[in-house]
């Protein structure tokens, strides 16, 4: 993961980052770091799941355009 991006995140989280060690804590990370990772790490494959889903949906759609119904 990049380091330089963890890093940018935690510095920009000023008042909430009481709340976000917290957070890491009780969800069982070692450290604040580890769970900023993981968060990107999740929002990235969230991102990449929905690309992939409305590629999908894209092909079906041009799929059934594709095919008439024979009366017209």
């Given at each position: ?8 995140i ?7 980052r009481?709340?976000?060690e ?6 069982g ?7 900023i990772?993981?968060k ?8 990449k ?7 999908e949906?894209?092909?079906v759609?041009?799929?059934?355009k ?7």
């Open positions: 993961m990049e380091n330089s991006e963890v890093i940018k935690i510095e920009n989280l000023k008042g909430r009481p709340y976000e917290k957070r890491a804590a009780k969800l990370f070692a450290s604040l770091h580890e769970y990772e993981d990107i790490h999740k929002k990235q494959l969230a991102e799941k929905l690309e992939e889903t409305q590629c949906t894209l092909k759609d041009s799929q059934s594709n095919k008439s119904c024979g009366c017209c």
